[in-house]
């Protein structure tokens, strides 16, 4: 196994949209459990593929404190969706910003597992949250980009400042 390079925002390869996987395989397997390792040592909530500069569409997400409840979805689509929750949002690209984003409180997401097989998961929560956020790194989307251009800007400014001071 292996930990994963995360990109950093603003870092343009974090807006590419990325492809539909059209065959899990072994290496799609690979990649998988690699990002779970990533994910878990960073540690955070969830991963894209987006920001380990893979443009396919493969998210991780486990919520649990026990690093046992890990969800891999692959190519995942929302099929419905009710509500509206506020919750305060971190990412691993965006490393020691928090703000709080709108995002819908229940959603059914149909996806494929790491065997190809798809299947429908209901998710509330943090989890909910979660998949959103991460599903939105899919699309080149970065949470930051929820909020005003003003702090879009203090946000740029802040990381790349640090990227600078750590060089
Ligand atoms: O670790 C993470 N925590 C988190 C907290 C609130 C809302 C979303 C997240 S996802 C984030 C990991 C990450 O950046 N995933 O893309
Ligand atoms: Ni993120």
Avoid: W
């Avoid at 894209?48 to 190519?75: G, K, M, Y």
């Amino acid at each position: 196994m292996a930990i994963l390079k995360i990109l950093q925002y603003p870092d343009e390869r974090l807006h590419k949209i990325a492809k539909k996987v059209t065959q899990v395989d072994e290496s799609t397997r690979k990649l998988v459990r690699n990002m779970a390792e990533t994910m878990y040592a960073a540690p955070g909530v969830g991963l894209a593929a987006t920001q380990v500069d893979v443009h396919e569409c493969i998210i991780v997400v486990d919520i649990s404190e026990t690093h046992d409840q890990l969800n891999i979805l692959i190519n995942p689509e929302i099929i419905s969706s009710s509500g509206e929750e506020e919750c305060e949002e971190g990412c691993l690209s965006v490393p020691g910003i928090y703000e709080t984003v709108s995002r819908a409180a229940r959603i059914t997401v149909r996806a494929l597992n790491e065997k190809g097989e798809i299947f429908t998961l209901n998710a509330e929560g943090l989890l909910a949250v979660c998949i959103q956020h991460e599903m939105d790194h899919l699309i080149g989307k970065v949470f930051v980009e929820y909020l005003s251009q003003l702090k879009q800007t203090r946000i740029r400014a802040k990381l790349k400042k640090r990227l600078r001071e750590t060089m």
